[in-house]
């Protein structure tokens, strides 16, 4: 679901621009197969390093895919600098650098390049040219990569037909491998739902998982695709932020905050109010 709904996100945003993203992944991949390609695709996208085969061209459609699906997840209504330096709605904004590019004649990769210029690029940090090696800057991501090799799998996807990007199975046994070699750990692929309940719930009886939880998920938000989105017991209500990215309800309130989150982290103060003056009369 998170490229799904990443797809979806830059689909609705400007008309075409999840098809021009698709179709430069198509032309990356058909390009880095020969020696002239990788040129273009080296003189196109300014790369400090010339590309000189295919697992570069695959590196630059992964550097590719890093700025979407970042840009997907930090979509808020305002600048940011949460995962770089971002306008606000970055992806109407990289959607509309794709749109006015075509209308002004240029290709469609290269148009794409403008795109994804407002992620790596939006206030000139890249310089001249861009180094793949760069992403995003240092968010301390080794305690959350750690944990995915431990005790909460993310099994990630494309399949390049429901969503834009190429297509990449799941590969288990390679997941364990690099878990293996950069953790000395084995992913417990079963652990979230041995432990918690996987998506059921249970809320009664014996079987209690939970109680006096607040599921909060970003329409907007890729990771909303793992996230609980239907309220399995009135103890554990479930909010649908419309027009939310990423945890927008946990930001520090914004003026240019949609409506939506305001009405969701108003819920949210009601709940948590609510479970503590029910844990004073326990206790009373």
């Known amino acids: 679901m998170f490229s799904e709904i990443t797809t979806a996100d830059f689909a609705q945003a400007v008309p075409g621009c999840d098809q021009g993203i698709r179709k430069a992944f198509t032309e990356i991949s058909k390009l880095g197969a020969t020696t002239e390609g990788l040129a273009t695709l080296s003189r196109v996208f300014s790369t400090c390093t010339p590309l000189k085969s295919a697992a570069d061209a695959a590196a630059l459609a992964d550097w590719m895919s890093g700025g979407i699906t970042y840009m997907a997840m930090g979509d808020y209504p305002y600048p940011s600098t949460f995962l770089g330096p971002l306008p606000g709605y970055p992806i109407n904004a990289s959607c509309q650098r794709w749109a006015d590019s075509i209308k002004k004649g240029k290709d469609n990769l290269a148009a794409v390049v403008d795109l994804i210029g407002v992620f790596y690029n939006f206030t000139g940090q890249a310089g001249k040219c861009y180094s793949l090696g760069s992403s995003v800057p240092d968010l301390g991501t080794d305690g959350w990569e750690y944990q995915t090799c431990t005790e909460m799998v993310m099994p990630m996807?494309?399949?390049?037909?429901?969503?834009?990007?190429?297509?990449?199975?799941?590969?288990?046994?390679?997941?364990?491998?690099?878990?293996?070699?950069?953790?000395?750990?084995?992913?417990?692929?079963?652990?979230?739902?041995?432990?918690?309940?996987?998506?059921?719930?249970?809320?009664?009886?014996?079987?209690?998982?939970?109680?006096?939880?607040?599921?909060?998920?970003?329409?907007?938000?890729?990771?909303?695709?793992?996230?609980?989105?239907?309220?399995?017991?009135?103890?554990?209500?479930?909010?649908?932020?419309?027009?939310?990215?990423?945890?927008?309800?946990?930001?520090?309130?914004?003026?240019?905050?949609?409506?939506?989150?305001?009405?969701?982290?108003?819920?949210?103060?009601?709940?948590?109010?609510?479970?503590?003056?029910?844990?004073?009369?326990?206790r009373g």
Not at 194 to 208: A, F, H, K, Q, T
Not at 270 to 277: D, E, M, P, T
Request: hydrophobic fraction near 35%.
């Open 157 to 282: 996807a494309t399949n390049g037909i429901s969503d834009m990007f190429n297509p990449a199975p799941w590969d288990e046994k390679g997941w364990v491998q690099f878990c293996q070699q950069k953790y000395n750990v084995t992913p417990r692929a079963d652990w979230v739902i041995d432990y918690y309940g996987g998506e059921v719930l249970p809320n009664g009886g014996n079987n209690v998982v939970g109680s006096n939880i607040l599921f909060s998920n970003g329409r907007l938000d890729p990771w909303r695709g793992g996230g609980v989105q239907t309220s399995p017991s009135k103890d554990l209500p479930v909010v649908i932020i419309e027009g939310g990215a990423h945890h927008l309800d946990l930001r520090e309130p914004n003026q240019q905050d949609p409506a939506s989150v305001t009405r969701a982290r108003q819920l949210e103060l009601k709940y948590v109010l609510k479970w503590i003056a029910e844990a004073h009369q326990r």
